[in-house]
């Protein structure tokens, strides 16, 4: 047993939290975000029964998580595949990656997702255990043992340090939350589980790592001891025959310094979603207050109650409201109030324009309403976005193929797979113009039939799948006749322009 508290969270962790609450608030929708106080401040003097209905019937449009699915999707309109150059056995491996089920398609998809909402997201590569040690690639098989990736989401990683150890950047100390839910009887109860990767550190005198020792785990958990206090038990542990922490990050903000304290990216459009949500639901509010006529008697003596406390008023169809006359012969009346809606048109165009510059921060110009921007204006923040995401599609493309170098470690392979992520954005944003360009081409014989159907499918006018060839045969037998050489090389060979004298 040990004493130490293996869930205790880094400097960088702290400073990353607030962040990840927020975005893991927004994105998991209304619900979430009528629990959280702290996105909808109570109203000075307000009474707590009223601020509870407030809060609970606030409105919330998840301007956000649309901005974020639509960036995370783009690169994925075409399948993340691996060149020739992977082994077979890891091109199987890609087939299933988690060991789940998991395409690596998916799997890098649903890391793109999360690394763009939260700014970092994590890929473990581990390894089936208890493999007995020097084990047939065949006994590995019988057995099942095969590397295996894992998504860890930012918040789980509760510390990660890292070192220059021979002029690259490794890490020697990582803890991992990993609770888990057990069945306990016909109930359930959660596990509190850390995983814990280290290095031990040689230093000189000058405290530069001069060498770091072979990497080691070990699974620890909470457990309540013979007196009912909580203690860290150790629950598995043994090298990592590999060597290095099998643990690669996948960025889309840029790091601060040495740290692992990221500058999220979509900082700005999480705090708006913020000021969005808080306009939108005083819209509400106040359009709750205010839209609905109040009934005011003048003159009226309000009838009281056993407790001496007036009584409410009837109002609606069949209800008959009475101002009889005192004894000098005067009488009320009731009328209703209604206040002028110019406020409200204030606070709903002040939401409207908030939800504007959110999806313009969102990169996202092709979902907001541009009415008012030229073409050449939107082309721009298109492509704009679209560089953004570029860049990201390339730090996810570095990740994926760090991640397959482990995977290569753990089967004693040396073959480096590179990975194929879709980046060719610009070209689907003005695709049919573009594409009447090429036609044109065409038709003045200054490109090839080929030419014109690899940018058809490349604007994803045509199916990846289109076979030019097949596709040639099945004309010609359209065409009446039977088909010589002769016809098919005049369709498919452009034609000569004519030269001038």
Not at 215 to 224: F, I, M, N, P, S
Not at 351 to 369: F, H, I, N, S
Not at 467 to 495: H, N, R, S
Request: include cysteine; hydrophobic fraction near 40%.
């Amino acid at each position: 047993m040990t004493d130490l508290q293996p869930n205790a969270t880094s400097s960088d962790y702290e400073a990353m939290a607030p962040y990840w609450v927020m975005v893991s608030t927004i994105l998991a929708g209304a619900n979430a975000m009528r629990k959280a106080k702290q996105y909808l401040p109570k109203f000075p003097n307000e009474s707590e029964t009223d601020y509870k209905f407030r809060r609970e019937n606030s409105k919330f449009t998840n301007i956000f998580r649309d901005i974020v699915e639509n960036l995370a999707a783009k690169p994925f309109s075409k399948e993340v595949e691996l060149t020739d150059k992977a082994t077979d056995r890891i091109k199987k491996l890609s087939e299933n990656i988690t060991g789940q089920g998991d395409h690596l398609h998916v799997f890098a998809a649903n890391c793109f997702f999360h690394g763009i909402s939260y700014a970092i997201d994590w890929i473990l590569v581990d390894y089936t255990k208890n493999v007995p040690a020097n084990a047939t690639i065949a006994q590995e098989d019988a057995l099942g043992a095969r590397p295996y990736w894992v998504r860890v989401p930012a918040q789980n990683v509760l510390a990660a340090y890292s070192e220059m150890i021979g002029g690259v950047e490794t890490f020697v100390h990582v803890r991992i939350k990993e609770d888990a839910t057990v069945r306990e009887g016909y109930g359930e109860k959660t596990v509190e589980r850390v995983r814990v990767l280290n290095r031990e550190l040689e230093r000189n005198e000058q405290g530069d790592v001069t060498r770091a020792a072979d990497a080691t785990w070990e699974v620890l958990e909470k457990q309540k001891d013979t007196t009912g206090k909580d203690v860290w038990v150790s629950v598995g542990s043994g090298p990592i025959t590999i060597k290095v922490i099998p643990l690669v990050p996948f960025l889309t903000g840029r790091r601060l310094g040495h740290s692992w304290q990221v500058v999220p990216p979509l900082q700005d459009a999480a705090d708006l979603q913020i000021e969005h949500y808080q306009q939108e639901s005083g819209l509400k509010y106040a359009k709750e207050l205010t839209c609905f006529p109040m009934l005011a008697g003048n003159g009226v003596t309000p009838a009281e109650g056993p407790d001496g406390k007036p009584l409410a008023v009837p109002v609606g169809p069949k209800s008959v409201l009475y101002a009889p006359s005192n004894g000098e012969g005067k009488h009320g009346e009731w009328k209703f109030i209604e206040p002028s809606a110019e406020s409200l048109k204030f606070l709903a165009a002040d939401v409207k324009e908030t939800a504007q510059q959110l999806r313009e921060l969102g990169r996202q110009p092709l979902t907001a309403q541009t009415g008012n921007l030229t073409v050449v204006t939107t082309m721009f923040a298109a492509q704009k976005g679209n560089s953004a995401i570029q860049a990201w599609v390339l730090n996810l493309k570095d990740a994926l193929e760090n991640a397959m170098l482990l995977t290569a470690l753990w089967l004693n392979e040396t073959n480096e797979a590179e990975v194929i992520v879709h980046t060719d954005f610009d070209v689907e944003t003005d695709s049919v113009d573009a594409m009447k360009v090429v036609l044109e081409m065409k038709k003045d014989n200054l490109i090839s039939r080929n030419a014109t159907i690899s940018e058809a499918k490349r604007r994803n006018i045509l199916s990846p799948e289109y076979d030019a060839e097949d596709d040639m045969e099945i004309i010609l037998g359209e065409v009446p006749g039977d088909d010589t050489t002769d016809d098919q090389t005049a369709a498919t060979t452009p034609k000569t322009p004519p030269v001038a004298a």
